[in-house]
């Protein structure tokens, strides 16, 4: 039973490229979260997916992000024209309908260079 | 989404000594769930607690929740150098949303 999957785990990119994260969420979960962490800082929500919806995107930039969970796929996190300020790392997790726990994936690590 | 506050920011502590970190709440939560990241590491969900008053042990690890329902602890007793790492609360409600953890870091 894999778990929450995520690639690339480390992506590079040059400002103003764009950059996509992926995530398959374990098999059964229909919820997909993404967050952000700097490091030495928490987690900061972006954005809450089900299958087809956007639950809840009030933690994502207004521009340049996006997020889709597709009927059929993993989800994408997608980053357009990327900046230094987007260097971090993305994690996803998933879980069945709330309130259950949730299971992280191992993260993106995104460098902007 | 509720927000969660939690102190200390960061703790360090020698190995054997005990470690508590506090998450806080202005509302009523319908739960609160603890997650532990290890450094360059992912969060592992660690427990879940639902009820007023409930109070969970894991070995050494005891979770606590308010009979508010406002504010939870964590508790390590003989803190071990394996237990390094960042401590998240979370609320789960419409969304996840976590509180800015506690980082430990025990001395051997």
């Known amino acids: 039973n894999a778990g929450v999957m995520q690639n690339p785990r480390h992506l590079v990119r040059r400002r103003g490229q764009e950059a996509r994260l992926r995530c398959s969420p374990m098999k059964g979960h229909s919820h997909v979260y993404w967050y952000r962490q700097l490091p030495e800082e928490g987690l900061k929500f972006m954005v809450y997916l089900q299958k087809e919806n956007i639950i809840d995107e009030s933690g994502m930039p207004k521009e340049r992000f996006s997020a889709e969970f597709p009927k059929e796929g993993p989800s994408i996190l997608r980053i357009q024209q990327v900046v230094r300020g987007d260097s971090a790392a993305y994690f996803c997790?998933?879980?069945?309908?709330?309130?259950?726990?949730?299971?992280f994936g191992q993260g993106t690590r995104l460098t902007v260079v | 989404g509720q927000q969660v506050m939690q102190i200390p920011q960061y703790q360090h502590v020698q190995e054997g000594e005990d470690f508590t970190t506090y998450c806080n709440s202005s509302?009523?939560?319908?739960?609160i769930q603890w997650y532990k990241q290890r450094p360059g590491g992912h969060p592992v969900f660690l427990i879940q607690?639902?009820?007023?008053?409930e109070v969970k042990k894991q070995k050494r690890l005891t979770f606590q929740f308010g009979e508010a329902k406002k504010n939870s602890s964590l508790h390590i007793t003989a803190t071990q150098t394996t237990d390094v790492g960042t401590y998240f609360c979370?609320?789960?409600?419409?969304?996840?949303?976590f509180g800015k953890g506690t980082s430990l870091l025990v001395t051997p």
């Open positions: 509302t009523t939560l319908s739960n």
């Open positions: 979370a609320n789960s409600g419409y969304a996840l949303n």
């Open positions: 607690l639902v009820k007023s008053g």
């Open positions: 997790a998933s879980s069945p309908p709330s309130p259950s726990p949730a299971f």
